[in-house]
């Protein structure tokens, strides 16, 4: 059983994880939660840079403006608190953030009304998220690209090194931005066709595809 902090007094807390994955290539923490009303419960990803904005910190929360220039901040690492919270340790500093289940289940559930509340607060302030994406001196993004087996064959070369769009941002959309090369590629970098690695270690959808990364792609024998 779990409990969360109320005023100083223990309460048994609504709502406790099943699991918990620190996702530091993606900078996302997963988070799922049981729930008696859903025999699946709910499943949340929060973005490190969500969670750090929105610290529970004191020194936060009494700030007349929303913090800024977080956009590339990651997770170094969390603790658990009891079995009630998690201490947040995040890569700039910042480790004050204790986060009950029940606040990390609200955020969750508010993440969409929350996140838009705060970009509409960081235009007011005139305040930016931070630096973007990492670039190459004229602005671009470059990636290398792996082709493997039957994939090499459609590629015409084993590996090639490209500039991708401000779309392909995860494998998920960079898998769509290879289908729109032709029928063949369409059907070769299906999902369930392909197992996919970043810098050598195997991706998932939501995997970040950054300046400099290695992608590979390896066919699933059928």
């Known amino acids: 059983m779990a409990f969360s902090e109320n005023n100083g007094h223990a309460s048994v807390a609504t709502h406790v994880p099943t699991k918990i994955n620190l996702h530091q290539k993606s900078r996302l923490l ?3 939660f049981a729930d008696d009303a859903s025999a699946d419960g709910f499943s949340f990803q929060y973005p490190c840079e969500y969670l750090r904005v929105f610290s529970t910190a004191a020194e936060v929360k009494v700030m007349d403006k929303p913090v ?8 170094s690492s ?3 608190q009891g079995n009630y919270a998690l201490r947040i340790i995040f890569d700039d500093g910042h480790d004050s953030g204790i986060y009950s289940w029940e606040t990390l289940y609200e955020l969750g559930k508010q993440y969409e009304t929350r996140w838009g509340e705060y970009l509409k607060n960081l235009h007011k302030y005139g305040l ?8 190459d001196a004229t602005g671009q993004v470059m990636i290398n690209l792996v082709y493997f087996i039957e994939l090499a064959k459609i590629a015409g070369k084993d590996e090639e090194a490209v500039a991708i769009p401000e779309s392909v941002t995860n494998v998920e959309t960079l898998l769509a931005w290879m289908r729109k090369r032709g029928s063949r590629w369409e059907q070769a970098f299906a999902n369930d066709r392909l197992q996919v690695t970043v810098n050598k270690q195997f991706a998932e959808p939501y995997t970040l595809i950054e300046h400099g990364d290695e ?3 390896v066919p699933v024998p059928r």
């Open 30 to 32: 997963e988070i799922a």
């Open 68 to 75: 800024a220039g977080k956009q590339r901040v990651n997770i």
């Open 78 to 80: 969390i603790e658990p």
């Open 128 to 135: 930016s998220r931070g630096d973007g994406r990492e670039t």
């Open 215 to 217: 992608v590979a792609f």
